[in-house]
């Protein structure tokens, strides 16, 4: 069973800057894609990015395109997201998901996404 576990939110004001990361134990994080979502207080969860198994291919939502970058460092099994410019409209639950099935490529929809961590709140106000 694999865990996931984000840490690094927080409140910031808008324009400021956070990075989140996610923990992957019970199985090595090289076996997953891995992909960041969100979710606002009355919104259905949108995705944000994603990353392969290797690192070689992101994705990212248009809404965080060049501000937000996604990394992974497998030796540690660890998967982060660095987000730079954050905006009122950032604020959400940011959950940390893996996919088992994708090998090269990367997904965008939540039900690709075999295992979801617990979330951590990210808050920006201005």
């Known amino acids: 069973q694999v865990q996931l576990v984000e840490s690094g939110g927080g409140s910031v004001q808008v324009g400021g800057s956070l990075r989140l990361s996610c923990a992957v134990s019970g199985r090595t994080s090289s076996s997953y894609a891995m992909g960041w979502f969100r979710q606002a207080p009355g919104k259905e969860r949108e995705f944000v990015t994603a990353i392969s198994r290797s690192g070689g291919s992101t994705r990212y939502a248009e809404s965080v395109k060049g501000r937000f970058t996604i990394s992974r460092d497998n030796a540690k099994n660890m998967v982060y997201l660095q987000m730079n410019s954050l905006k009122p409209e950032d604020t959400a639950v940011y959950y940390c998901?893996?996919?088992?099935?994708?090998?090269?490529?990367?997904?965008?929809?939540?039900?690709?996404?075999?295992?979801w961590g617990q979330g951590t709140q990210v808050t920006v106000s201005s």
């Open positions: 998901a893996a996919d088992r099935r994708s090998s090269t490529s990367v997904a965008t929809s939540t039900s690709t996404y075999d295992y």
